[in-house]
């Protein structure tokens, strides 16, 4: 049977193999707090298809439409503010035989 010490490698790279390190050992090591180092390893593995979710692509097309139907709701609202305000004003207008 093959075990870690065979392997080679130093003690770092063998406690990481067997699990030992957690996200509250490495994540100062990067700079970052545990819970943001846990948020990025859960979305690799979405985008690698190992775990169920939306994965990051999908995620960045979601923002991409929820901003574009923003965006015409709002070209849609301003034109039928400017449909109303000419509309009023035809009725003002004196009529012409």
């Known amino acids: 049977m093959l ?20 996200d509250s050992c490495i994540a100062p090591k990067l700079g970052c707090s ?6 990025w390893c859960q979305q690799a593995e979405r985008d690698a298809g190992q775990r169920g979710g939306l994965t990051g692509a999908e995620k960045d097309r979601i923002k991409e439409l929820e901003r574009e139907v923003r965006e ?19 009725l003002d207008r ?3 035989k």
């Open 94 to 96: 004196p009529f012409r």
């Open 3 to 22: 075990s870690l010490n065979s392997i080679g490698g130093n003690d770092d790279e063998i406690m990481f193999l067997q699990g030992v390190y957690t």
């Open 34 to 39: 545990p819970d943001s180092l846990r948020v």
């Open 72 to 90: 015409l709701r709002q070209a849609d609202e301003i034109l039928k503010k400017a449909s109303a305000y000419f509309a009023a004003a035809e």
